[in-house]
């Protein structure tokens, strides 16, 4: 079974899941003797966002690939279920209930925008009239009826991944997979991306999305898993995961020396910093902590110039799920219990 540090919802209280968009009970997969996923477990309610992080050759496109029915698991994996339908015994229905923007764009760039949305409807079976019906209407929600008549070959980089996008959804879809939708975009164009990713939600499509810019998964996803030599290292809300890494701190900073060396001398056990004259705290970053440490500089009379605080963030997360040596430990204490694996990061 997978390793997984932080509860999934049925494990909560006994409380029941909510209804599943997508369900996976270890998967496995091998290329040769090289064991790519190594029994996943996967629980994503219906109208969320899920981010599937990790790193280059994690497994997070085969993942995708297998639950797109573009290959297939292993024999000794566990059921999946893919809007309702098992993903061995019912492919042609999960492909029907599903719309995939892979990494790589799908658009053909030697036809025009509005070509390449009007051969969608023609592969998804609808009539003509249709096919001008909803590409028109996809084409002016993605802002790009204006551009419709040119060759996609002239389009942007932001542009191309909303044309990917609109070109998916010609289907209607109820489960999106994106893998790294966002890759090589320019800020604004990531924004607007996520801005689509958003809307699509509100209307009750489930989004799997994989990425490797932390702060989209941050911005976005409702539950985050962190997949590594092909196991689950961790998954829960951005928030819990961030609460499982020590490593929090207060860093103060001093202009004057003297200054420094009276705090230096009063907090023992803040690490120092004698080029930056600075120290640092560890500390959760709560109200009662930071007005603990103002109200003993202004007892003592010191003023700092400077104050910071650190709490951890997705990318502490990512680095010390996905570093060997932690990793290792956990997975050797059979993971399961979030305080394990806060032991296992130290």
């Known amino acids: 079974m997978a390793s997984s540090v932080m509860p999934t919802p049925n494990q909560e209280g006994g409380r029941p899941q909510p209804p599943a968009a997508i369900s996976v009970t270890d998967l ?13 477990d996967l629980h994503i309610p219906t109208g969320s966002v899920f981010a599937l992080l990790g790193p280059n050759g994690a497994g997070k496109t085969t993942t995708v690939q297998i639950l797109s029915t573009l290959i297939c698991a292993d024999d000794d994996s566990g059921p999946v279920r893919v809007g309702g339908h098992d993903l061995a015994a019912d492919p042609q229905a999960v492909r029907a209930a599903i719309g995939v923007t ?34 028109a209407e996809l084409l002016e929600r993605f802002d790009l009826t204006e551009a419709a008549k040119k060759p996609a070959s002239t ?30 975009l320019d800020p ?50 951005a928030e819990e995961l961030k ?7 207060v860093r103060l900073r001093f202009t004057d020396p003297a200054a420094y060396r009276s705090a230096a001398a009063a ?27 103002l109200d003993w500089l202004d007892a003592a009379g010191i003023e700092a110039d400077e104050l910071t605080v650190h709490t951890p963030d997705l990318d502490d997360v990512f680095f010390a799920l996905t570093d060997s040596t932690t990793t290792a430990q956990g997975q050797a204490d059979n993971a399961g219990q979030p305080h394990q694996a806060k032991e296992a990061l130290r």
């Open 188 to 237: 604004r164009s990531r924004h607007t991306m996520w801005g689509i990713i958003r809307e699509l939600v509100t209307g009750g499509v489930t989004v799997f999305l994989t990425t490797q810019y932390l702060d989209e998964a941050d911005e976005l996803a409702d539950r985050i898993a962190v997949l590594h030599d092909g196991r689950i290292a961790a998954e829960g809300s």
């Open 267 to 293: 907090l023992g056990e803040a690490a120092r910093d004698d080029e930056a004259l600075a120290l640092q705290l560890p500390s959760d970053g709560s109200q009662r902590e930071l007005r603990s440490i």
């Open 28 to 40: 496995r997969k091998s290329y040769g003797d090289k064991r790519v996923l190594d029994g996943i």
């Open 243 to 249: 609460r499982m890494i020590p490593g929090g701190h």
């Open 155 to 184: 389009y942007s980089g932001g542009m191309k991944r909303r044309l990917d996008i609109a070109m998916t959804l010609v289907g209607d879809p109820r489960i999106i997979f994106l893998d790294e939708p966002t890759t090589g």
């Open 102 to 135: 892979g990494q790589f764009s799908a658009v053909d760039g030697l036809i025009t925008g509005e070509e390449n949305m009007l051969l969608m409807a023609d592969l998804h079976h609808l009539s003509r009239r249709e096919g001008r019906r909803v590409a």
